[in-house]
């Protein structure tokens, strides 16, 4: 017949208790070496996301950028640093809005048209939009009212006033940015690095 833990001898409990004790902590350390990994292993992996992209661009099209803000936006290279950027200075809903209007003028039939132009003003237009973008009031008018009959160009105003926000602010402190001048250093240094490897290879 069981006698209860209460028969137990005193060190058995102590040695029972201690146990547990111990066996916590290393379940505790587990997880948290875990947690460390997969932090680790995300790390590394952006770091070579960001490896690869610079790699694949030549000297001479990050130098383009500089040249104007169309120039950066026809990159696809280009138009995705921005947005890291601008997703930095927690704007980036300029440039997707931006985007979304490119798109949506692309569109050919009719009653699409009419969904994208109300979802696009629901995003980024109408007040308290989950996206909303720094339009005046008039602008913002203007658009609520071109929707209703939805058009290639009912957003072109609105469009045409965040470009000249990006171009006047966010484009030149782009410029200035670590994230576009690691750029210029890292692939100037992949090419000198080419170039000298072609050299070797010659001799």
Known sequence: MCR??????????????????????LLQKSDTQNESLVSNKTEKA????????????????????????DKLLSSKQ?????????KSEFSEENLDFWMACEDYKKIKSPAKLASKAKKIY???IQTDATREINIDYET?????????????SCFDEAQNKIYILMKKDSYLRFLKS???Q???????CNSSSQQNHGKRSQT
Do not use: H, Q
Not at 9 to 15: A, D, Q
Not at 46 to 68: L, Q, Y
């Open 4 to 25: 209860g833990l209460a028969s137990l001898p005193t060190t058995c409990l102590e040695r029972a208790k201690e146990f547990k004790t111990r066996l916590g902590i």
């Open 46 to 69: 952006n770091k070579n996301s960001k490896s690869s992209m610079t790699d694949s661009i030549c000297p001479d099209e990050v130098s383009c950028w500089k040249e104007s803000l």
């Open 78 to 86: 280009g138009l995705a640093t921005f947005r890291i950027f601008l």
């Open 122 to 124: 629901e995003e980024f």
């Open 140 to 152: 913002r008018d203007i658009t609520k009212k071109n929707i209703l009959e939805a058009t290639p």
């Open 178 to 180: 670590a994230v576009y």
């Open 182 to 188: 690691g750029m210029v250093k890292k692939t100037a």
